[in-house]
T-cell receptor
Framework: DAGVIQSPRHEVTEMGQEVTLRCKPI?????LFWYRQTMMRGLELLIY????????DSGMPEDRFSAKMPNASFSTLKIQPSEPRDSAVYFC???????????FGSGTRLTVV | QQPVQSPQAVILREGEDAVINCSSS?????VHWYRQKHGEAPVFLMI?????EQKGHEKISASFNEKKQQSSLYLTASQLSYSGTYFC??????????FGQGTRLTINP
């Protein structure tokens, strides 16, 4: 089992550019979560999907953020346009009701300059 | 609705015990505990469910008081490998896991 796979591991971009973060959940896990971690705000839930359907996106900070899950093995989080305050580590996690705990990916460290 | 953890930081000598607390203002369905080492992803330790069921790491123990909406994580005979930041995550339903601000645990030899 390769675990939850995120790409890229690091992303440095200029303000105003579009950024796309990618996530491959563990095969068989039917729930996928996007979290953002900063020193000031900790681990924040941005959005989560159940069976590829977005269930709760109330944590998405603003319209510049969007997320999709076109199939059970792939999800994207897009920021357009990016701003310096978006700099953070973005984690993807997946689980299934049979397992209970979440498995996190290694994260994407985003720096917007 | 973010749960509150205490203390914010703990420094121990190897072999000592520690308790980390997590408190919520909302009714809870479950409480999760995770450990995160610097530069790494959070790792699942334990889940405590409403009704008393627990699943998780063999060497970790925790309690869940449903009435008080509180949970405590007990780390006994601490080892150097226990160092890291511990997060509780609370779920009020619908799989929405909200994390506390974390407790930084440092174990010194």
């Amino acid at each position: 089992d390769a675990g939850v796979i995120q790409s890229p591991r690091h992303e440095v971009t200029e303000m105003g550019q579009e950024v796309t973060l990618r996530c491959k959940p563990i095969s068989g896990h039917n729930s996928l979560f996007w979290y953002r971690q900063t020193m000031m705000r900790g681990l924040e839930l941005l959005i989560y999907f159940n069976n590829n359907v977005p269930i709760d996106d109330s944590g998405m900070p603003e319209d510049r953020f969007s997320a999709k899950m076109p199939n059970a093995s792939f999800s994207t989080l897009k920021i357009q346009p990016s701003e310096p305050r978006d700099s953070a580590v973005y984690f993807c996690a997946s689980n299934t009701p049979d397992i209970y705990g979440y498995t996190f990916g290694s994260g994407t460290r985003l720096t917007v300059v | 609705q973010q749960p509150v953890q205490s203390p914010q930081a703990v420094i121990l000598r190897e072999g000592e015990d520690a308790v980390i607390n997590c408190s919520s203002s909302k009714a809870l369905y479950s409480v999760h505990w995770y450990r995160q080492k610097h530069g790494e992803a959070p790792v699942f330790l334990m889940i405590l469910l409403k009704g008393g069921e627990q699943k998780g790491h063999e060497k970790i123990s925790a309690s869940f008081n449903e009435k008080k909406q509180q949970s405590s994580l007990y780390l006994t005979a601490s080892q150097l490998s226990y160092s890291g930041t511990y997060f509780c995550g609370t779920e009020g339903g619908a799989q929405k896991l909200v994390f506390g601000q974390g407790t930084r645990l440092t174990i010194n030899p």
